[in-house]
Structure formats: structure tokens, C-alpha cells
């Protein structure tokens, strides 16, 4: 059956909205900025992920989830100034574990925090500033 160009763009939409009501929960919200990290209105908190993943220095880590923006850049150190190994592609990305004491990352919160994860595309493991990430990254133990 063939629709008629003026039945066409609300059928689009209606097949979007269908796709994104299958997607998980933290697909479907790809572009939606959870609340603020602070205050009355703390985002959720990271949480286990139930599995474990080793770095290429042969460390194993039960990492966590949490929500991130997408796309983020996965640096080789903390610091905005080091290489960039890769990216997160996802906005719902796994981190092993996290540095307090890292370089100023812009954050309110949790200012000199930086993540270790690996990157999407790349597979490089990396470090991602605190600002980065929607999420409560306390349960995040640290490196």
C-alpha cells in the first residue's frame, strides 16, 4: 500500500515514536540531559554493571554504569590537555574506576574527578573528566 504525500510525514513520525518506545530506556533518551549532579535534584547514581572488564595493564575492574554525554572524547591522561585515544559513542557507558585528584575538569561537583573507561570506537582505554558524566559518580571506587 502506497501513502499519500500528505499522510507520509505523520506516518514518519508515528514510526519514530513506535522505534524509540522499543529502544532502552537509555537510548531513548540519548539527547535528553538527565538532572543536575547537585542538590535536591541528584541525578541517579552510576551503578554496578554486574560484570567485569581488565585493562590492557592487566587490572580487573567490576565496573559501573552511568549515563554520559555522547559523543565524549576518552583522553590518555585526566587532563583536557592530553591525547585524545578515542571516543564514547553511547550515552550509557561503563567506568572502572575514578581519580580525585586529577586536573581541574570544569566540574561543580566533583572538579578534579576523572573516569577511567574505553573508548567506543577505538577500544583505547582512557580517562573522562567528571563533567562529562550526568550521573552520581560516588559509587565509582576508586583507581
Known amino acids: 500500500m502506497r501513502l499519500s504525500r500528505k499522510l507520509a510525514p505523520f ?8 522505534a524509540l518506545a522499543l529502544l532502552p530506556p537509555a537510548a531513548a533518551h540519548a539527547t535528553a540531559r538527565p538532572a543536575a549532579a ?37 583522553h590518555a591522561d585526566e587532563g583536557d590537555g592530553s591525547t585524545i585515544v578515542g571516543t564514547l559513542k553511547t550515552s550509557h557507558s561503563w567506568f572502572a ?31 573522562v573528566p567528571d563533567k562529562h558524566i550526568y550521573s552520581e559518580t560516588d559509587p565509582v571506587p576508586s583507581c
Open 11 to 18: 506516518a514518519a513520525t508515528a514510526l519514530a515514536a513506535a
Open 38 to 74: 547537585e542538590g535536591n535534584n541528584a541525578a541517579p547514581a552510576c551503578s554496578d554493571a554486574g560484570f567485569t572488564r581488565t585493562s590492557p595493564y592487566g587490572r580487573t575492574f567490576e565496573v559501573y554504569w552511568c549515563d554520559n554525554v555522547a559523543p565524549t572524547p576518552v
Open 97 to 127: 574506576c575514578r581519580v580525585d585528584d586529577g586536573p581541574d575538569n570544569g566540574s561543580s561537583a566533583h572538579p578534579h574527578r576523572w573516569l577511567m573507561t574505553e573508548a567506543d570506537d577505538t577500544h583505547a582505554w582512557g580517562m
